[in-house]
């Protein structure tokens, strides 16, 4: 077991104070930061510091003893690497628009640019590796985003209260047909729009939109949304489609997963994420990056409804956020100021630490706030106990325990 240096991602949404004070860092830092990653990412592995300076990162530690670090069952069935990613996330901005394939259209979509010769850096490349991309987030603070298709019945109504003559013929497309089918319909009519037709019905929205929130009407968070969106974002499709997906607000400690085909946008605040090793992104709007509609529209699931939002499921002391993922499962445990109770760590699986609020000690090791530590999976019979004054709060990260038996490519 061991301390890990992570490396801070420096992107533009990304936040100039939230990663900086987590790790006693000077504030505000000197450009944003977006996330704190955790793992062995080939992009920016975490690395372990030897007591004479030198660097080895946890990538290479894998590759050098798959067995010892993973276990003989999760090495082989993931190819001798770890099959997860944890971050903290800070966002000041919005992220892009986006949605994730599965294992299966991953595959299929790798193995077509491959045949094609796009090269795996290229702008324009949709699947630089072959694997799904399914991710859950806790929230850290009250964290705002866009979700999923919400209930078609529950947009018509929204959409009644900004009728414009220029969206009326758009509006009635999901009117006549009040269902997934209908979804897909009005957003793949609004994705593909020229822009000069985004532009001459933006205004009116924006009008519609600023009298509802003025009423205080029964969508004025929705409203807001769009106003806050079309003010960066002018001109942007994925603007439209917000008003189709769930608006969200999480509270600390809940947190929602992201299967395959979810639309999806971050809008701001800072959370804790897991997601499945892989780069695969779909972007729908919100970016000046690569946008591919017609693929886009391949992995999207139009299923709709509220989103679900979950608080753990409590065993003994972990508060577990299950999902369907078999990359990766995510726990948390908090522990009130006057408690102190030794809290055993999950075993035979690998783990990374991560300490948010307060300071524990864990195998030995003082870890303070932002701070983390990997468990290789030899290392069996391991707790966390809180050391600090105030309030105390970790997540553990590991592998899906029980996962179902299918080909993970």
Not at 364 to 385: C, H, K, M, Q
């Amino acid at each position: 077991m061991e301390l890990l240096r992570n490396a801070v991602r420096p992107y533009a949404w990304g936040s100039r104070t939230t990663i900086a004070e987590m790790l006693g860092r000077p504030v505000p830092a000197p450009h944003p930061e977006a996330e704190l990653w955790m793992g062995a990412h080939p992009g920016d592995p975490s690395r372990f510091v030897d007591g004479d300076g030198t660097e080895h990162s946890l990538l290479d530690r894998i590759s050098a003893d798959p067995v010892g670090q993973l276990g003989d069952a999760i090495a082989s069935r993931w190819g001798n690497r770890l099959p997860f990613l944890l971050k903290i996330l800070a966002a000041e901005e919005p992220l892009s628009m986006q949605a994730h394939p599965s294992a299966a259209q991953a595959a299929d979509g790798y193995a077509a640019e491959e045949a094609a010769g796009i090269p795996r850096d290229a702008a324009n490349r949709n699947y630089p590796d072959p694997t799904a991309k399914p991710e859950l987030l806790c929230a850290l603070t009250e964290f705002h985003a866009l979700a999923g298709f919400r209930d078609p019945v529950r947009t018509i109504a929204l959409l009644e209260e900004l009728r414009t003559p220029g969206l009326s013929a758009h509006i009635d497309l999901l009117v006549g047909q009040p269902s997934s089918d209908g979804l897909r319909a009005l957003f793949t009519t609004w994705i593909t729009l020229p822009q000069t037709a985004l532009e001459r019905l933006m205004p009116d929205l924006i009008d519609a939109c600023v009298a509802h929130v003025k009423a205080h009407g029964e969508f004025a968070l929705e409203c807001r949304t769009v106003l806050e969106l079309g003010e960066s974002y002018p001109g942007d499709a994925g603007v439209l489609a917000a008003l189709l997906l769930n608006r969200l607000v999480l509270a600390p400690g809940e947190a929602i997963y992201l299967p395959a085909g979810n639309l999806h946008a971050y809008l701001r605040g800072t959370g804790v994420e897991i997601l499945a090793n892989s780069d695969n992104i779909l972007r729908g709007g919100f970016t000046p990056k690569h946008v591919d509609v017609p693929e886009l529209l391949r992995v999207l699931d139009f299923g709709c409804g509220d989103m679900p939002v979950s608080t753990g499921e409590r065993v003994g002391r972990l508060r577990t956020y299950r999902t369907d993922a078999p990359e990766f499962e995510l726990s948390r445990v908090e522990w009130a100021p006057d408690e102190r109770d030794r809290v055993p760590l999950p075993g035979s699986r690998p783990l990374i630490l991560v300490c948010t609020d307060g300071s524990v000690e864990v195998g030995g090791r003082a870890v303070g706030r932002g701070g983390s530590v990997w468990v290789p999976a030899r290392d069996r019979d391991l707790a966390v106990t809180p050391t600090g004054e105030g309030h105390t709060r970790v997540f553990v990260a590991t592998v899906g325990a029980e996962a179902p038996e299918h080909d993970t490519l």
